[in-house]
């Protein structure tokens, strides 16, 4: 493991640049704030998981090769783009109408090129992530919900209903579709044009995990009094 891995790995850099703006309009009843933002991040450190050693029963379908968490760095600059957008409106009796919008660029540089230890290890695991997307970075997030505020002699009574909607992301940095999954050619950036698992001589195909999570929306209800 440790000639497939190094064991230190370079620090993690980034340059922000961020412009944004925050407003009041129609007597303070509307609060409307945006930004735009940019990241740059040199030596990106990731996480994945490996095996790191033999399987102690490959006839067992429940028992797997020991695995452990690895580090790695992205030796290209990595990307990040995005806008947001943050609006609440006060309505009579209390109501306030919330909308919070987010959309979201964020790609691996082209030449990261790093170990997938779904397919093994060596030069014939290496896989070229540029133009995957960052893990758990939906392209867009909307929130959006509507509250009020009710005073009494008594104390004061509020409730809220609130709705997100996430769009598709990965869980990895392989962003794995269920499609297959080629090794680039040793000493080439090229993938070969043999897709059979005989190119890696694997018997299973973990090159078709998948670990997308589609677009989804939830809702959240909830009240207090004091």
């Known amino acids: 493991l440790t000639d497939l891995y190094n064991s230190e790995y370079n620090p993690e850099s980034m340059i922000a640049f961020e412009l944004g703006s925050k407003n009041t309009f129609l007597d303070r009843?509307?609060?409307l704030n945006g930004a735009a933002f940019a990241y740059l991040y040199t030596d990106l450190v990731f996480q994945t998981i490996v095996s790191v050693g033999e399987d102690p029963d490959p006839d067992d379908p429940n028992v797997g090769p020991p695995a452990s968490a690895v580090r790695q760095n992205a030796p290209a600059t990595t990307k990040v783009?995005?806008?947001?957008?943050?609006?609440?409106?006060s309505l009579p009796a209390g109501l306030e109408v919330g909308v919070y919008?987010?959309?979201?660029?964020?790609?691996?540089?082209?030449g990261t090129v790093v170990n997938d230890s779904r397919i093994g290890f060596g030069d014939n695991s290496l896989v070229d992530l540029g133009g995957n997307y960052l893990p758990r970075a939906p392209v867009f997030t909307l929130?959006?919900?509507?509250?009020?505020?009710?005073?009494t002699p008594l104390g004061s009574f509020n409730w809220i209903i609130q709705g997100q909607t996430v769009g598709k992301h990965y869980l990895s940095v392989f962003n794995g579709d269920g499609t297959r999954v080629l090794p680039l050619v040793p000493g080439t950036a090229e993938r070969p044009n043999d897709p059979s698992d005989a190119?890696?001589?694997?018997?299973?195909?973990?090159?078709?995990?998948?670990?997308?999570v589609d677009t989804y929306t939830r809702f959240d209800v909830g009240a207090g009094w004091t």
């Open 143 to 151: 929130n959006y919900s509507l509250s009020q505020l009710i005073f």
């Open 29 to 31: 009843r509307l609060r």
């Open 101 to 110: 919008a987010l959309r979201m660029d964020s790609k691996f540089g082209d």
């Open 199 to 212: 190119y890696v001589g694997l018997q299973a195909d973990p090159r078709r995990l998948t670990d997308v």
């Open 81 to 89: 783009f995005g806008v947001d957008i943050d609006a609440a409106y």
